[in-house]
């Protein structure tokens, strides 16, 4: 019997391996990581500034550490100059998305 992930609302699948994931970044965070949702959103708190893309540099930084993949896979797709950016991943593997609105 074959287990079907489900996932959650704020990931859609585009083709095999690659997801757009919808984020809600909080920039100047005492300290980066996922902080559960907000409105169908992850939340994800970094704590670079929003100036200069810097915060839109370390959200891909850190989505790349924590998926253990290369940069070039993270990919930003809208959102440039918002708080809700639309991520789009291309992975190998399926992460395990509830672990990270932990």
């Known amino acids: 019997m074959i287990a079907i ?4 609302d704020y990931v859609t699948q ?9 984020l809600w970044v909080q920039p100047g965070a ?6 559960g949702l907000h409105q169908g959103r992850l ?3 970094v704590q670079a500034p929003p100036s200069e893309g810097r915060a839109n540099k ?18 930003l797709e809208s959102g ?15 992460p395990d998305w509830a672990d990270m609105a932990r």
């Open 5 to 8: 992930m489900s996932r959650p």
């Open 43 to 45: 939340k994800l708190k």
């Open 80 to 94: 440039q100059k918002t708080r809700k950016k639309s991520i789009l991943l291309t992975v190998e593997n399926e």
């Open 14 to 22: 585009v083709e095999d391996g690659q997801f757009r994931l919808s």
């Open 58 to 75: 370390e959200v891909v930084d850190f989505l790349a550490r924590y998926l253990g993949i290369k940069r070039s896979r993270v990919r």
């Open 30 to 35: 005492k300290k980066s990581g996922f902080c």
